[in-house]
């Protein structure tokens, strides 16, 4: 994996893994990926890459459809609450039930006649 904020690169537009993480040290604040890649996998390379001390926890994950549109509509949701690098100081539990309630959103498909 090159770059982890390339997380969502390759991710199939219909499918993948939305989870939320949280860091040892910062914990008043999350971050939201969007991946195919597991979320073990992409914390052990999370951690590996920024050398940063202290560990992830993954408090949140559900396999959906589109999950870049779903961490989009979350990210949007939390634009007051922005941290530098793609945190959000936002309690644990919001951020679980709106990956919940994003994630289970039934996409409205227009026809263009």
Same mark, same amino acid.
């Given at each position: 994996m090159g770059n982890l #904020?390339?997380? =969502? =690169? *390759? $991710? &199939?537009? &219909? &499918?993948g893994n939305l989870f939320v993480i949280q860091h &040892?040290?910062? %914990? @008043?604040?999350?971050k939201f990926v969007s991946t195919n890649q597991s979320p073990e996998k992409y914390v052990t390379e999370l951690v #590996?890459?920024?050398?940063?001390? *202290? @560990?992830?926890?993954? $408090?949140?994950?559900t396999y959906c459809n589109q999950p870049n549109d779903a %961490?989009?509509?979350i990210m949007h949701a939390l634009r007051t609450s922005a941290c530098p690098n793609d945190f959000y100081e936002v309690?644990?539990? !919001?951020? !679980? #039930?709106?990956?919940k309630r994003e994630s289970m959103r039934i996409p409205v498909i227009y026809d263009a006649e």
């Amino acid at each position: 994996m090159g770059n982890l #904020n390339d997380s =969502e =690169e *390759g $991710l &199939s537009a &219909s &499918s993948g893994n939305l989870f939320v993480i949280q860091h &040892s040290i910062m %914990k @008043s604040v999350v971050k939201f990926v969007s991946t195919n890649q597991s979320p073990e996998k992409y914390v052990t390379e999370l951690v #590996n890459n920024t050398r940063m001390p *202290g @560990s992830y926890a993954i $408090l949140y994950n559900t396999y959906c459809n589109q999950p870049n549109d779903a %961490k989009d509509r979350i990210m949007h949701a939390l634009r007051t609450s922005a941290c530098p690098n793609d945190f959000y100081e936002v309690d644990t539990q !919001i951020a !679980i #039930n709106m990956i919940k309630r994003e994630s289970m959103r039934i996409p409205v498909i227009y026809d263009a006649e």
